[in-house]
Structure formats: C-alpha cells, structure tokens
C-alpha cells in the first residue's frame, strides 16, 4: 500500500507514505518506521532516487514503514533550497510518519549523499530516532562545515555509514575517521568497486540498510 501526502514542516512537503510489501495492509503488519531523505535538491535529487527507492522497498519487505520525500523546492515540496534548514525538512518527516506508525514501534532515519548529511544534522539537533543511516555521506565537498556536526558525538543510537570504495565523495576511511572523530561508533560497510552512485547494487545496498536497521531496531528478522 502506497499513497501520496503532503505534511507540513517550514513549508507544506511531499511524500511518499508506502506500509510494508506482505500484501496486508493491516497496521499491526508495521514493525516500525523508516524516513529515507534524498541526494542534493541543485543536482537532481528526487525522492525517486534509484538508490532511494530501492533502500526503502528493502525495509518495506522487512515490515517497516517508510517515508520518501521531496525537500522544499523539488516537485510538489513548497519553498527554496536552504543548504542546511532541510534538516528540519527531516524532522517534520519524522514527526508526520511517527504520528502515523503503532504506538511504540521504532523510528529511523536514513539519508543518501546531502540526504545523509541532513539525516544526521536532525539527529545533531536533537531529534529522536533509534537508529541513523548515512549513504555515501559527503565528506569531501566544498559545502562541508564539520561544525555543523559537533553535536552529532550524543547520538546514542546505532550508526551506519555505507561508501562505495571508489567514492571520492565520501571515501570511505574519511567517512569512518569523520564521524570516529565525533565521538560516533560507527558500523562501516564498503561495497567494492562501486562510485558516489552504487549504479550496479542497488539491491544489496537496500538489503545492507534494511538488515542494519532491522537488527538495530531490535526487530531481527521477519519469519
């Protein structure tokens, strides 16, 4: 089950509400919840990302909920690109789709490249998730601030980084001595061979963020 939804953040936003694949659209089948956030709005980015896409279909068949959506400015999302206040963007997700899911289920965040970096600048401020996902979190960019980040070290909950070891975006070792320097214990995965844009696994990669999430979660795997 799928359906369209605007909700409101700093602007009216569009998403992308999609309950897990077990062909029973009954509310008790949710396990949980997952708010997947988009590559950079100025260079294409779209909730219809492939690599966004396939991570959610991923956690869908492991009986998560998840969330696409635009930020502001792309499609139907209200506002202009803000370089940063897209992290809200990220928060009114996670409020919209927790005020949705059982009572009680968890929520996590996951983001791909500018996504990712939102994902953990909403944790950085505060909001509540039980674990984080970052794909292809860019380190080597020139909108990079590190000080953007210093609050992320109180991030309690598991953490994921995912590079490809060709990404001279976020290559790997960076990404891991990056958030290691935070304070962060991450779990690091390299897909080998693969760039910025996992082009030829996007099906694995969904399978590596959704087992990372569901175990996490404390959800193990579905029967």
């Known amino acids: ?16 509400l999609e309950l897990p694949e077990t062909g029973d659209a009954q509310e008790d089948v ?3 919840g997952v708010v997947v956030a988009h590559p950079h709005p100025l260079y294409g980015g779209t909730m219809a990302n492939p690599v966004v896409y396939h991570v959610a279909r991923a956690c869908r068949a492991r009986g998560l909920a998840t969330l696409r959506f635009n930020f502001r400015g792309v499609g139907r999302s209200n506002g202009h690109y803000g370089g ?3 992290q ?5 997700a996670a409020s919209f789709l927790r005020g949705r899911l059982p009572e009680g289920v968890p929520l996590a965040l996951v983001g791909y490249s500018f996504g990712a970096w939102m994902s953990a600048l909403a944790a ?3 909001e509540a998730a039980d674990a984080l996902a970052l794909v292809a979190f860019p380190v080597v960019w020139e909108e990079m601030r590190p000080e953007m980040f210093l609050g992320l070290g109180a991030f309690k909950e598991p953490v994921f980084a995912v590079s490809g070891s060709r990404d001279e975006i976020a290559p790997p070792a960076e990404v891991e001595a990056f958030l290691r320097g935070l304070g962060l214990e991450p779990r690091m995965r390299v897909m080998n061979g693969e760039d910025h844009f996992f082009t030829d696994v996007h099906d694995s990669l969904g399978e590596e963020v959704s087992g990372f999430l569901s175990r996490a979660m404390g959800l193990g795997q579905l029967r």
């Open 30 to 32: 949710v396990r949980g």
């Open 124 to 126: 950085n401020d505060g």
């Open 88 to 92: 809200r963007d990220v928060r009114a």
């Open 84 to 86: 940063g206040a897209e």
């Open 1 to 16: 089950m799928k359906g369209e939804v605007i909700f409101q953040g700093d602007h009216q936003l569009q998403g992308l």
